[in-house]
């Protein structure tokens, strides 16, 4: 079953002589369930491909559809509901919010939709992350790991219909680093979550089921391990 499919994809900054192409015409689509890997040089456009994967900048031109609904004919306070409910994101630095403890943060999206909290998979996430023993840690109380850990519990807490992860490893030691992508591979497999995570390190792309290379905000590359 198709999750998500993106069309003649573009972005562009700058005009004339200076314009970017920073995405330049990329298309390809997802089956739920994979683990992606999308990898390149720094500036080859991987980042701003993923946000607008995950609607956070809107495109110069192209579609992008996530589970059937084209994401951008929405608009900006639909596509920001939309955005919370349907779609995970994990940044290389937590973007966690230090006055909230674990619990809360990790529970932000629900709050945020005026949602009920789902105890049981509430219990299950913080379980999952060996996190159950820091729920009322603030930020600032716990390591890099933990931080990162607390920010997938975040994704995955509403079960959205796709994950989105940029570099989120970069910030990382590498025990921490494997701990990390074993959990977002146990999202994977556990909840037949779909994730898509950009990353520098060749043995995080070689876990993944599929790798996508970008170059020159094109791709140049599509191939499964």
């Known amino acids: 079953m198709e999750i998500l499919r993106v069309e003649n994809l573009r972005k562009t900054y700058g005009k004339g002589e200076n314009v970017v192409h920073a995405v330049d015409d990329v298309s390809f689509s997802v089956e739920k369930g994979e683990f992606i890997a999308i990898v390149g040089a720094s500036g080859s456009g991987k980042s701003t491909l993923l946000h607008l994967l995950g609607g956070v900048d809107r495109p110069t031109s192209g579609k992008v559809y996530i589970d059937g609904k084209d994401i951008y004919s929405l608009s900006d306070d639909n596509l920001a509901i939309f955005r ?22 990790i529970t932000l999206p629900c709050e945020l939709d005026g949602k009920e909290i789902d105890k049981q998979r509430l219990e299950e996430v913080l379980k999952t992350l060996n996190l159950t023993n820091r729920r009322k840690n603030l930020p600032n109380e716990l390591s ?7 920010s997938i519990g975040r994704a995955v807490i509403n079960n959205p219909a796709i994950m989105l992860a940029d570099e989120p490893t970069g910030n990382l030691d590498s025990k921490a680093s494997e701990e990390i992508i074993s959990l977002l591979r146990l999202s994977n497999k556990k909840y037949n979550q779909t994730v898509i995570i950009i990353t520098h390190d060749e043995k995080i792309a070689l876990e993944a089921d599929r790798v996508i290379t970008i170059g020159d905000g094109k791709i140049i590359k599509d191939e499964r391990n």
């Open 84 to 105: 919370r409910r349907q779609v995970g994101l994990i940044y290389q630095f937590y973007n966690l919010i230090p006055i909230l403890n674990v619990e809360e943060n």
């Open 144 to 150: 890099g790991g933990q931080q990162q850990r607390v």
